[in-house]
């Protein structure tokens, strides 16, 4: 979990009584949860943010209850910069794994056609995230564009894609999650159990097997290790190499 948890800052979900009792969210050092293992820094608007440095802060939150780690698209020494989007693939009711696995192609391949290189991970729920690293944008200059690169999909293939929350429209669409790729938004840690029947773990999967998978949440605690011994190399190992930068409005109109 490492390259994708060290120094970014940190959502939590906790369930002290397991996944049958009571969960919440918490983004800052509390009641069983103490900043002796993690990093703490203020933000703007004097908030305190959290990050690990190591394993023995990853240790701490499991045993303070943590089931779930969140993680936003910055690092905490750089609040102000995004350097990972995240697509949220959910799907509506009547939308089957293919029709999943299709649409995060079709997002690698949108992404592709302008020039960026993405990677793909199981959620560990129902759905698939389509990770985009960036050398570094602005908040503003990367929801503009999440927004209109869903729009876009919406806009050309409605009748699969919706780029909208509202819940009565998603039966048999996929919706493009784009709003978690602001300030303060997080999505699920590569590598994170879920707080889900089952303990399933998000997993980070190659292009070139996904189509292979039986489903978002087939990995949980009891399987992930054997996976992880049987892997020649890392999906994501070049995630951290790659270096991209996000077109520019007129670059993307020039483009068609």
């Not at 996944?19 to 800052?28: I, L, N, V």
């Not at 050092?29 to 103490?34: H, M, P, Q, V, W």
């Amino acid at each position: 979990m490492a390259p994708h948890l060290v120094g970014r800052p940190l959502s939590l979900v906790r369930c002290p009584d397991g996944t049958k009792g009571q969960c919440f969210f918490q983004k800052h050092a509390s009641a069983g949860l103490t900043e002796q293992n993690l990093r703490t820094v203020t933000d703007s608007k004097g908030r305190q943010v959290i990050a690990l440095d190591d394993l023995n802060g990853l240790l701490s939150l499991v045993q303070a209850g943590v089931l779930e780690v969140h993680v936003r698209g910055s690092m905490i020494d750089r609040l102000d910069r995004c350097d990972r989007i995240v697509f949220d693939l959910d799907p509506g009711d009547g939308v089957g794994w293919s029709g999943i696995v299709r649409a995060a192609q079709d997002v690698r391949e949108r992404l592709a056609a302008i020039d960026l290189e993405s990677f793909v991970k199981l959620s560990g729920g129902k759905g698939l995230h389509v990770v985009l690293p960036i050398d570094g944008a602005d908040w503003d200059t990367t929801k503009s564009f999440v927004q209109a690169f869903a729009q876009a999909m919406a806009a050309d293939d409605p009748g699969r894609y919706l780029a909208k929350m509202t819940k009565s429209l998603r039966p048999g669409k996929v919706f493009v999650d784009y709003l978690r790729n602001s300030l303060e938004q997080t999505s699920v840690a590569a590598y994170s159990t879920r707080a889900r029947p089952g303990a399933p773990v998000s997993v980070p999967v190659s292009w070139q097997e996904l189509g292979r998978l039986d489903g978002a949440n087939q990995y949980t605690v009891l399987n992930v290790m054997k996976r992880l011994s049987g892997l020649k190399q890392d999906p994501w190992k070049d995630m951290g190499r790659v270096q991209q930068t996000l077109p520019t409005a007129q670059a993307l109109r020039a483009r068609g």
